[in-house]
Protein backbone atom coordinates (compact mmCIF):
# COMPACT_ATOMS: atom_id res chain seq x y z
CA UNK A 1 0.00 0.00 0.00
CA UNK A 2 2.46 2.19 0.65
CA UNK A 3 4.25 1.95 -2.55
CA UNK A 4 1.12 2.37 -4.17
CA UNK A 5 0.03 5.79 -2.20
CA UNK A 6 3.85 7.08 -2.60
CA UNK A 7 3.40 6.24 -6.34
CA UNK A 8 0.44 7.96 -6.63
CA UNK A 9 -0.60 10.49 -4.59
CA UNK A 10 2.29 11.83 -2.71
CA UNK A 11 4.42 12.19 -6.64
CA UNK A 12 1.22 12.75 -8.47
CA UNK A 13 1.54 11.22 -11.95
CA UNK A 14 0.05 11.59 -15.28
CA UNK A 15 0.25 9.01 -17.91
CA UNK A 16 0.16 9.49 -22.02
CA UNK A 17 -0.25 7.25 -24.45
CA UNK A 18 1.79 5.96 -26.42
CA UNK A 19 1.28 7.99 -29.71
CA UNK A 20 1.38 11.23 -27.43
CA UNK A 21 4.40 10.07 -26.37
CA UNK A 22 6.51 9.96 -29.61
CA UNK A 23 5.06 13.39 -30.61
CA UNK A 24 7.07 14.88 -27.91
CA UNK A 25 10.13 12.29 -28.40
CA UNK A 26 10.24 14.21 -31.92
CA UNK A 27 9.66 17.52 -31.12
CA UNK A 28 12.93 17.19 -29.57
CA UNK A 29 14.90 15.18 -32.14
CA UNK A 30 14.07 11.68 -31.30
CA UNK A 31 14.07 9.30 -34.03
CA UNK A 32 10.72 7.78 -33.62
CA UNK A 33 8.61 4.83 -35.62
CA UNK A 34 6.57 6.75 -37.58
CA UNK A 35 2.67 6.73 -36.92
CA UNK A 36 -0.80 8.05 -37.29
CA UNK A 37 -3.27 7.44 -34.87
CA UNK A 38 -7.18 6.64 -35.58
CA UNK A 39 -10.71 6.28 -33.99
CA UNK A 40 -12.07 3.64 -36.48
CA UNK A 41 -11.04 1.29 -39.10
CA UNK A 42 -11.85 3.77 -42.12
CA UNK A 43 -9.44 6.59 -40.49
CA UNK A 44 -6.88 3.75 -40.25
CA UNK A 45 -7.03 2.61 -43.72
CA UNK A 46 -6.68 6.08 -44.62
CA UNK A 47 -3.48 6.39 -41.81
CA UNK A 48 -2.03 3.49 -43.64
CA UNK A 49 -2.13 5.18 -47.28
CA UNK A 50 -0.65 8.64 -45.74
CA UNK A 51 2.02 6.59 -44.14
CA UNK A 52 3.13 4.94 -47.03
CA UNK A 53 3.10 8.10 -49.10
CA UNK A 54 5.16 9.68 -46.51
CA UNK A 55 7.86 6.68 -46.07
CA UNK A 56 7.31 4.27 -48.58
CA UNK A 57 6.19 1.64 -46.19
CA UNK A 58 4.14 -1.34 -47.39
CA UNK A 59 3.79 -2.94 -44.22
CA UNK A 60 1.93 -1.76 -41.14
CA UNK A 61 2.14 -2.53 -37.35
CA UNK A 62 -1.44 -1.82 -36.01
CA UNK A 63 -0.99 -0.83 -32.12
CA UNK A 64 -3.77 -0.80 -29.60
CA UNK A 65 -3.55 2.61 -27.56
CA UNK A 66 -4.23 1.70 -23.80
CA UNK A 67 -2.71 3.36 -20.67
CA UNK A 68 -0.73 -0.39 -19.71
CA UNK A 69 2.19 -1.70 -21.32
CA UNK A 70 2.60 -5.27 -22.23
CA UNK A 71 0.01 -4.88 -24.90
CA UNK A 72 2.22 -6.85 -27.56
CA UNK A 73 1.56 -9.97 -25.04
CA UNK A 74 -2.07 -9.43 -25.12
CA UNK A 75 -2.79 -9.51 -28.84
CA UNK A 76 -3.05 -5.68 -28.74
CA UNK A 77 0.23 -4.92 -31.40
CA UNK A 78 -0.48 -6.61 -34.69
CA UNK A 79 1.46 -6.71 -38.27
CA UNK A 80 -0.23 -5.74 -41.32
CA UNK A 81 0.79 -6.84 -44.52
CA UNK A 82 -1.60 -5.22 -46.45
CA UNK A 83 -4.41 -2.17 -46.61
CA UNK A 84 -7.01 -4.85 -45.79
CA UNK A 85 -5.07 -6.35 -42.93
CA UNK A 86 -4.86 -2.68 -41.54
CA UNK A 87 -8.70 -2.67 -41.92
CA UNK A 88 -9.78 -6.14 -40.36
CA UNK A 89 -7.20 -6.15 -37.37
CA UNK A 90 -8.77 -2.27 -36.72
CA UNK A 91 -11.44 -3.69 -36.71
CA UNK A 92 -10.73 -6.82 -34.49
CA UNK A 93 -8.61 -4.14 -31.64
CA UNK A 94 -10.84 -1.16 -31.31
CA UNK A 95 -13.14 -1.78 -28.66
CA UNK A 96 -11.94 -4.86 -27.45
CA UNK A 97 -11.46 -5.51 -23.85
CA UNK A 98 -7.49 -5.45 -24.25
CA UNK A 99 -5.87 -7.84 -21.34
CA UNK A 100 -2.06 -7.57 -20.57
CA UNK A 101 0.03 -8.15 -17.65
CA UNK A 102 -0.24 -4.60 -16.40
CA UNK A 103 -4.32 -4.08 -16.79
CA UNK A 104 -5.56 -6.30 -14.56
CA UNK A 105 -7.64 -9.24 -15.02
CA UNK A 106 -10.62 -6.89 -16.13
CA UNK A 107 -8.75 -5.53 -19.23
CA UNK A 108 -8.69 -2.14 -20.52
CA UNK A 109 -11.15 -0.68 -23.18
CA UNK A 110 -9.15 0.43 -26.87
CA UNK A 111 -10.55 3.50 -27.98
CA UNK A 112 -7.69 4.21 -30.45
CA UNK A 113 -4.98 2.23 -32.33
CA UNK A 114 -1.81 4.17 -33.81
CA UNK A 115 -1.17 2.96 -37.25
CA UNK A 116 2.90 2.92 -37.48
CA UNK A 117 5.05 2.12 -40.60
CA UNK A 118 7.06 -1.55 -40.20
CA UNK A 119 10.39 -0.55 -39.10
CA UNK A 120 11.58 -4.68 -39.14
CA UNK A 121 11.45 -4.76 -42.76
CA UNK A 122 13.19 -6.42 -44.59
CA UNK A 123 13.49 -8.75 -41.61
CA UNK A 124 14.02 -9.25 -37.98
CA UNK A 125 17.74 -10.97 -38.26
CA UNK A 126 19.80 -7.71 -39.27
CA UNK A 127 17.63 -5.84 -36.47
CA UNK A 128 18.77 -5.20 -32.27
CA UNK A 129 16.12 -4.40 -29.82
CA UNK A 130 17.22 -2.74 -26.52
CA UNK A 131 15.92 -1.27 -23.50
CA UNK A 132 16.43 2.55 -22.46
CA UNK A 133 14.82 4.63 -19.65
CA UNK A 134 15.20 8.05 -18.20
CA UNK A 135 14.17 8.20 -14.51
CA UNK A 136 14.77 9.52 -11.50
CA UNK A 137 16.54 7.67 -8.53
CA UNK A 138 14.98 9.20 -5.56
CA UNK A 139 17.53 7.34 -3.53
CA UNK A 140 20.07 9.30 -4.85
CA UNK A 141 18.57 12.62 -5.96
CA UNK A 142 19.68 11.92 -9.59
CA UNK A 143 18.03 11.31 -13.01
CA UNK A 144 19.61 8.54 -14.22
CA UNK A 145 19.47 6.25 -17.73
CA UNK A 146 18.86 2.94 -17.12
CA UNK A 147 19.73 0.65 -20.81
CA UNK A 148 20.00 -2.80 -21.73
CA UNK A 149 21.15 -4.86 -25.02
CA UNK A 150 17.83 -7.09 -23.73
CA UNK A 151 14.77 -4.92 -25.44
CA UNK A 152 11.83 -5.72 -26.32
CA UNK A 153 11.57 -7.93 -23.11
CA UNK A 154 9.97 -7.37 -19.66
CA UNK A 155 12.70 -5.58 -18.03
CA UNK A 156 11.49 -6.59 -14.42
CA UNK A 157 12.60 -10.31 -16.09
CA UNK A 158 15.98 -9.28 -16.79
CA UNK A 159 16.40 -7.22 -13.42
CA UNK A 160 15.36 -10.53 -11.98
CA UNK A 161 17.42 -13.12 -13.64
CA UNK A 162 20.13 -11.46 -15.27
CA UNK A 163 20.98 -8.18 -13.32
CA UNK A 164 24.50 -7.92 -15.18
CA UNK A 165 22.71 -7.17 -18.39
CA UNK A 166 21.42 -3.72 -17.21
CA UNK A 167 23.15 -0.46 -16.83
CA UNK A 168 22.91 2.83 -15.40
CA UNK A 169 24.19 6.20 -15.88
CA UNK A 170 23.56 8.52 -13.47
CA UNK A 171 23.62 12.43 -14.50
CA UNK A 172 25.14 14.98 -12.32
CA UNK A 173 22.68 17.61 -12.46
CA UNK A 174 25.27 20.72 -12.34
CA UNK A 175 26.63 20.12 -16.28
CA UNK A 176 23.84 17.49 -17.06
CA UNK A 177 24.22 14.71 -19.37
CA UNK A 178 27.75 14.91 -21.01
CA UNK A 179 28.92 13.10 -24.65
CA UNK A 180 31.19 10.84 -22.96
CA UNK A 181 28.67 9.25 -21.14
CA UNK A 182 26.65 9.10 -24.62
CA UNK A 183 29.18 7.62 -26.01
CA UNK A 184 29.42 4.84 -22.90
CA UNK A 185 26.39 3.86 -23.53
CA UNK A 186 26.70 3.65 -27.27
CA UNK A 187 29.70 1.49 -26.74
CA UNK A 188 28.22 -0.77 -23.91
CA UNK A 189 25.45 -1.59 -26.35
CA UNK A 190 27.85 -2.89 -28.66
CA UNK A 191 27.42 -0.62 -31.30
CA UNK A 192 29.91 1.01 -33.71
CA UNK A 193 30.38 3.04 -37.39
CA UNK A 194 26.81 4.81 -37.98
CA UNK A 195 24.44 3.01 -35.17
CA UNK A 196 26.70 4.18 -32.63
CA UNK A 197 26.94 7.67 -34.01
CA UNK A 198 23.12 7.43 -34.21
CA UNK A 199 22.75 6.50 -30.70
CA UNK A 200 24.59 8.71 -29.10
CA UNK A 201 21.95 11.71 -31.03
CA UNK A 202 19.23 9.44 -29.59
CA UNK A 203 20.47 9.64 -25.90
CA UNK A 204 21.16 13.20 -25.90
CA UNK A 205 18.00 14.04 -27.59
CA UNK A 206 15.97 11.46 -25.34
CA UNK A 207 17.54 13.11 -22.13
CA UNK A 208 16.80 16.64 -23.26
CA UNK A 209 12.90 15.84 -23.65
CA UNK A 210 12.93 14.24 -20.37
CA UNK A 211 14.52 17.09 -18.53
CA UNK A 212 12.69 20.40 -20.40
CA UNK A 213 8.98 17.95 -20.10
CA UNK A 214 9.55 17.78 -16.18
CA UNK A 215 8.93 13.74 -16.77
CA UNK A 216 9.67 11.12 -14.00
CA UNK A 217 10.21 8.73 -16.65
CA UNK A 218 10.68 8.06 -20.02
CA UNK A 219 11.15 4.09 -21.30
CA UNK A 220 11.42 3.77 -24.34
CA UNK A 221 11.25 -0.97 -24.95
CA UNK A 222 12.53 -1.22 -27.50
CA UNK A 223 15.10 1.11 -29.03
CA UNK A 224 15.36 -0.62 -32.79
CA UNK A 225 18.27 -0.46 -34.44
CA UNK A 226 16.89 -0.83 -38.19
CA UNK A 227 19.10 -3.11 -40.49
CA UNK A 228 20.45 0.14 -42.20
CA UNK A 229 21.86 1.47 -38.70
CA UNK A 230 19.08 3.67 -37.58
CA UNK A 231 18.24 4.11 -33.92
CA UNK A 232 14.58 5.21 -33.15
CA UNK A 233 11.86 4.96 -30.03
CA UNK A 234 9.45 2.04 -31.20
CA UNK A 235 7.39 2.39 -28.36
CA UNK A 236 6.97 5.55 -25.60
CA UNK A 237 6.12 5.06 -22.01
CA UNK A 238 5.91 8.28 -20.40
CA UNK A 239 5.16 9.83 -16.86
CA UNK A 240 4.82 13.14 -16.15
CA UNK A 241 4.96 15.26 -13.00
CA UNK A 242 1.20 16.43 -12.08
CA UNK A 243 3.00 19.19 -10.01
CA UNK A 244 4.32 20.65 -12.99
CA UNK A 245 2.16 20.15 -15.79
CA UNK A 246 0.83 23.85 -14.89
CA UNK A 247 3.93 24.89 -17.10
CA UNK A 248 3.12 22.64 -20.06
CA UNK A 249 -0.31 23.10 -21.19
CA UNK A 250 -0.05 21.54 -24.45
CA UNK A 251 1.12 18.54 -22.42
CA UNK A 252 -1.65 18.68 -19.84
CA UNK A 253 -4.33 18.67 -22.79
CA UNK A 254 -2.87 15.22 -23.64
CA UNK A 255 -4.56 14.03 -19.83
CA UNK A 256 -6.87 10.92 -21.46
CA UNK A 257 -9.30 11.34 -18.54
CA UNK A 258 -11.28 7.82 -20.29
CA UNK A 259 -8.16 5.82 -18.93
CA UNK A 260 -8.37 6.67 -15.53
CA UNK A 261 -10.52 5.86 -12.37
CA UNK A 262 -13.76 7.84 -12.64
CA UNK A 263 -13.95 8.42 -9.08
CA UNK A 264 -10.78 9.31 -8.85
CA UNK A 265 -11.23 11.70 -11.44
CA UNK A 266 -14.33 12.91 -9.54
CA UNK A 267 -12.35 13.45 -6.35
CA UNK A 268 -9.44 15.47 -8.20
CA UNK A 269 -11.84 17.70 -8.94
CA UNK A 270 -12.93 18.08 -5.00
CA UNK A 271 -9.27 18.33 -4.08
CA UNK A 272 -10.10 14.91 -2.38
CA UNK A 273 -7.05 12.62 -2.67
CA UNK A 274 -8.79 9.46 -3.04
CA UNK A 275 -7.42 5.80 -3.90
CA UNK A 276 -9.85 3.14 -4.57
CA UNK A 277 -9.66 -0.24 -2.30
CA UNK A 278 -11.20 -3.41 -2.07
CA UNK A 279 -12.92 -3.42 1.18
CA UNK A 280 -15.76 -2.87 3.08
CA UNK A 281 -15.42 0.63 5.03
CA UNK A 282 -15.07 3.16 3.36
CA UNK A 283 -12.62 6.46 5.64
CA UNK A 284 -12.70 9.66 5.66
CA UNK A 285 -9.59 11.71 7.02
CA UNK A 286 -7.49 14.67 7.26
CA UNK A 287 -4.47 14.41 6.77
CA UNK A 288 -2.69 11.72 4.68
CA UNK A 289 -0.41 10.48 7.47
CA UNK A 290 -3.99 10.01 10.06
CA UNK A 291 -5.67 8.50 6.31
CA UNK A 292 -2.80 5.74 6.56
CA UNK A 293 -2.90 5.34 10.49
CA UNK A 294 -6.67 4.54 10.15
CA UNK A 295 -6.09 2.20 7.75
CA UNK A 296 -3.97 0.41 9.65
CA UNK A 297 -6.95 0.46 12.74
CA UNK A 298 -9.85 -0.55 9.73
CA UNK A 299 -7.78 -3.40 9.74
CA UNK A 300 -7.06 -4.35 13.60
CA UNK A 301 -10.74 -3.85 13.78
CA UNK A 302 -11.19 -6.95 11.41
CA UNK A 303 -12.40 -4.33 8.53
CA UNK A 304 -10.59 -3.62 5.21
CA UNK A 305 -10.67 -0.18 4.25
CA UNK A 306 -12.07 0.62 0.72
CA UNK A 307 -10.11 3.30 -0.06
CA UNK A 308 -7.98 5.96 1.16
CA UNK A 309 -9.22 9.78 1.45
CA UNK A 310 -7.53 12.80 2.54
CA UNK A 311 -9.92 15.39 2.73
CA UNK A 312 -7.44 17.57 3.33
CA UNK A 313 -6.93 20.40 5.89
CA UNK A 314 -10.15 22.14 6.20
CA UNK A 315 -12.75 19.64 6.10
CA UNK A 316 -15.58 22.00 5.25
CA UNK A 317 -19.75 20.84 4.88
CA UNK A 318 -19.00 21.00 1.46
CA UNK A 319 -15.56 18.77 1.21
CA UNK A 320 -17.12 16.33 3.41
CA UNK A 321 -20.44 16.22 1.42
CA UNK A 322 -18.34 15.86 -1.74
CA UNK A 323 -16.23 13.12 0.33
CA UNK A 324 -19.71 11.37 1.19
CA UNK A 325 -20.75 11.03 -2.45
CA UNK A 326 -17.88 9.69 -3.71
CA UNK A 327 -17.28 6.94 -1.19
CA UNK A 328 -20.66 5.84 -1.46
CA UNK A 329 -20.29 5.20 -5.26
CA UNK A 330 -18.41 2.05 -4.23
CA UNK A 331 -21.00 -0.53 -3.64
CA UNK A 332 -18.81 -2.54 -0.82
CA UNK A 333 -18.96 -0.02 1.50
CA UNK A 334 -20.61 -1.17 4.47
CA UNK A 335 -19.61 1.33 6.84
CA UNK A 336 -17.80 4.95 7.14
CA UNK A 337 -15.47 5.89 9.62
CA UNK A 338 -14.54 9.51 9.64
CA UNK A 339 -10.92 10.24 11.39
CA UNK A 340 -10.87 14.17 11.93
CA UNK A 341 -7.98 15.78 14.26
CA UNK A 342 -8.52 19.44 15.16
CA UNK A 343 -5.85 21.31 15.01
CA UNK A 344 -6.11 23.91 12.93
CA UNK A 345 -10.06 22.73 11.81
CA UNK A 346 -12.06 22.65 14.86
CA UNK A 347 -13.91 19.59 15.75
CA UNK A 348 -17.43 21.04 16.62
CA UNK A 349 -16.98 22.78 12.74
CA UNK A 350 -16.30 19.31 11.15
CA UNK A 351 -19.16 17.95 13.20
CA UNK A 352 -21.56 20.48 12.12
CA UNK A 353 -20.02 20.35 8.86
CA UNK A 354 -21.10 16.14 9.21
CA UNK A 355 -24.30 16.85 10.59
CA UNK A 356 -25.11 19.26 7.28
CA UNK A 357 -23.82 16.90 4.22
CA UNK A 358 -25.86 14.10 6.38
CA UNK A 359 -29.00 15.90 6.11
CA UNK A 360 -28.29 17.74 2.32
CA UNK A 361 -27.60 13.96 1.22
CA UNK A 362 -30.55 12.61 2.37
CA UNK A 363 -31.14 8.60 3.35
CA UNK A 364 -27.47 7.29 3.95
CA UNK A 365 -27.76 3.23 3.54
CA UNK A 366 -25.07 2.49 5.88
CA UNK A 367 -23.44 3.39 9.46
CA UNK A 368 -20.98 6.12 10.25
CA UNK A 369 -18.76 6.15 12.93
CA UNK A 370 -17.12 9.87 13.53
CA UNK A 371 -14.00 10.38 16.19
CA UNK A 372 -13.34 13.75 16.49
CA UNK A 373 -10.19 14.56 18.81
CA UNK A 374 -8.46 17.76 19.23
CA UNK A 375 -9.91 21.07 19.58
CA UNK A 376 -13.79 21.38 20.94
CA UNK A 377 -13.73 17.47 20.71
CA UNK A 378 -15.98 17.01 23.61
CA UNK A 379 -18.23 20.34 21.69
CA UNK A 380 -18.26 17.78 18.92
CA UNK A 381 -19.24 14.95 20.10
CA UNK A 382 -22.21 16.76 22.36
CA UNK A 383 -23.81 17.76 18.62
CA UNK A 384 -23.07 14.52 16.99
CA UNK A 385 -24.89 12.49 19.95
CA UNK A 386 -27.78 14.87 19.94
CA UNK A 387 -28.39 14.88 16.44
CA UNK A 388 -30.56 12.74 16.16
CA UNK A 389 -29.03 11.19 13.01
CA UNK A 390 -27.50 7.41 12.51
CA UNK A 391 -23.68 8.28 13.38
CA UNK A 392 -21.57 6.66 16.16
CA UNK A 393 -19.51 9.29 17.83
CA UNK A 394 -15.98 8.57 19.30
CA UNK A 395 -12.83 10.72 20.99
CA UNK A 396 -10.74 7.55 21.45
CA UNK A 397 -9.88 5.82 17.92
CA UNK A 398 -9.82 2.47 20.49
CA UNK A 399 -13.79 3.65 20.79
CA UNK A 400 -13.90 4.02 17.04
CA UNK A 401 -12.53 1.03 15.82
CA UNK A 402 -14.91 -1.64 18.32
CA UNK A 403 -18.00 0.74 17.15
CA UNK A 404 -16.52 -0.69 13.09
CA UNK A 405 -16.11 -4.09 14.39
CA UNK A 406 -19.71 -3.91 15.75
CA UNK A 407 -21.63 -2.10 13.26
CA UNK A 408 -19.78 -4.82 10.99
CA UNK A 409 -20.87 -7.75 12.79
P1 LIG B 1 4.11 -3.26 -25.69
O1 LIG B 1 3.92 -4.73 -25.88
O2 LIG B 1 2.91 -2.63 -25.03
O3 LIG B 1 5.36 -2.95 -24.96
O4 LIG B 1 4.17 -2.60 -27.16
P2 LIG B 1 5.41 -2.31 -28.14
O5 LIG B 1 5.17 -1.03 -28.82
O6 LIG B 1 6.70 -2.43 -27.42
O7 LIG B 1 5.29 -3.46 -29.21
C1 LIG B 1 5.36 -4.81 -28.86
C2 LIG B 1 6.21 -5.59 -29.83
O8 LIG B 1 5.68 -5.49 -31.15
C3 LIG B 1 7.63 -5.06 -29.98
O9 LIG B 1 8.49 -5.56 -28.98
C4 LIG B 1 8.01 -5.59 -31.34
O10 LIG B 1 8.53 -6.90 -31.21
C5 LIG B 1 6.69 -5.64 -32.08
N1 LIG B 1 6.68 -4.55 -33.07
C6 LIG B 1 6.53 -3.23 -32.83
N2 LIG B 1 6.66 -2.52 -33.97
C7 LIG B 1 6.89 -3.41 -34.96
C8 LIG B 1 7.14 -3.30 -36.36
O11 LIG B 1 7.18 -2.22 -36.94
N3 LIG B 1 7.31 -4.47 -37.05
C9 LIG B 1 7.29 -5.67 -36.46
N4 LIG B 1 7.48 -6.75 -37.20
N5 LIG B 1 7.10 -5.82 -35.12
C10 LIG B 1 6.90 -4.70 -34.38
MN1 LIG C 1 7.04 -1.90 -25.32
Redesign the pocket.
Known amino acids: MLRYFRKKKIYPQMNIH?YQGKSILKSFGVRI?EGIVADTPEQAVEAAKQLQAETGTG?W?V?AQIH???????G??K?AKSLDDVKSLSEQIIGMQLI?PQTGPQGKKVNKVLI??????PG?SKTS?FYMSVLLDRAKGRNIIMYSTE??MDIEEVAEHTPEKIFKEEIDPKVGLQGFQARKIAFNLGLSGDAHKDMVKFVAALYKAYEATDSSMFEI??VLKTSDNKILA??A?VNLDENALYRHADIAAMRDESEEDPTEVEAGKSSLNYVKLDGNVGCMVNGAGLAMATMDIIKLAGGEPANFLDVGGTASAKTVEAAFHIILKDPNVKAILINIFGGIVRCDRVAQGVIDAYQNIGNIPVPIIVRLQGTNAVEAKKLIDESGLKVYSAIQLKDAAELVTKVLA
Request: aromatic letters at 10%; zero cysteines.
Open positions: EQWVKAGGRGKGGVLTAQDVYYEEGGNPVDK
